[in-house]
């Protein structure tokens, strides 16, 4: 593990974690917002998480993407590697859409 999270980054891992977040934008400085209350969130965090090996991103069409955890973001919440490989969250339905 490259470093140790902060308190804000732990909690949006766990935001990620619950398929909470999403991206808008092909580009790690684009709009990310949490799902339901289209709240948006600042880019700089989540690019220096993407840096740090604990997120990716996949598209659902195109222009809107699924924020998920890398193997090393699902390590730091102890949660196991994901078989799918990471294609969509815990709790995220395939299909349920971006919004």
């Known amino acids: 593990m490259a470093s140790k999270p902060t308190h ?11 398929g909470d977040i999403y991206r808008q934008g092909h580009t790690w400085i684009s709009s990310f917002y949490v799902r339901g209350i ?3 969130i600042p880019y ?12 990716d ?3 659902t ?3 809107y993407y699924n924020v998920v ?3 090393v973001g699902r390590e730091i919440l102890a949660l196991p590697k994901d ?6 969250p815990i709790g995220y ?3 349920r859409g971006a919004a």
Do not use: V
Not at 8 to 18: F, P, Y
Not at 44 to 55: F, L, S, T, V
Not at 83 to 88: G, L, V
């Open 8 to 18: 804000s980054q732990l909690k949006r891992l766990h935001q990620i974690a619950n």
């Open 83 to 88: 078989e799918t490989k990471n294609q969509y």
């Open 61 to 63: 069409d195109g222009f």
């Open 93 to 95: 339905m395939q299909g």
């Open 69 to 71: 955890l890398t193997d």
């Open 44 to 55: 700089d965090m989540m690019y220096r998480m993407h840096k740090a090996g604990w997120i």
């Open 38 to 40: 289209n709240r948006s």
């Open 57 to 59: 991103a996949r598209t």
